[in-house]
């Protein structure tokens, strides 16, 4: 089984709103990864979680914040975002941080931002 | 510094037609990985083959089939006789550090 899932599919909000996005995995990985990935645009690195610990954080603004309760969980709280944020945010994991590991994506949030 | 281009943007065809779509790399690293992801309509990117730095074999697997050539940091995709369901945007990506991916090829495939 090599499922990534990610709730909610949608979210529509204000820049004031405060929400969160999730994604689970159940394989086992020691690694997970957020993407953001704007319209005809290839996937850009947000954050790296290995073993639970932030490892990488690509200069994203503040109003993102990561978390990682377990190592099958991973969070994405935003706060205050604005229009340009709208994106689809990916979720993925692979087997540990090593490069040769491939990272299995999930099917993505579409957040639209008001 | 590490860069992936994949030159076409947009490649139409019609169903049972070959194409390919093709891949070029930039790397320093002596020991590096390149992947092939799929991302159809609906968003997720789905895995489709990794390839290490050392293994230059070509790689077949039902339609599809992958060409990695060192001497020319090429790593191409041909999908033989095409399918509608082929239709997406498909992604050459390559890890030293962080995944890199290409601009992506969005591939549509005609009835």
Known sequence: ?114 | AQKVTQAQTEISVVEKEDVTLDCVYETRDTTYYLFWYKQPPSGELVFLIRRNSFDEQNEISGRYSWNFQKSTSSFNFTITASQVVDSAVYFCALKGGKLIFGQGTELSVKP
């Open chain 1, 1 to 114: 089984d090599t499922e990534v899932t990610q709730t909610p599919k949608h979210l529509v909000m204000g820049m004031t709103n405060k929400k969160s996005l999730k994604c689970e995995q159940h394989m086992g990985h020691r690694a997970m990864y957020w993407y953001k990935q704007k319209a005809k645009k290839p996937p850009e690195l947000m954050f790296v979680y290995s073993y639970e610990k932030l490892s990488i954080n690509e200069s994203v603004p503040s109003r993102f914040s990561p978390e990682c309760p377990n190592s099958s969980l991973l969070n994405l709280h935003l706060h205050a975002l604005q229009p340009e944020d709208s994106a689809l945010y990916l979720c993925a994991s692979s087997q540990g941080p090593a490069k040769s590991y491939e990272q299995y994506f999930g099917p993505g949030t579409r957040l639209t931002v008001t």
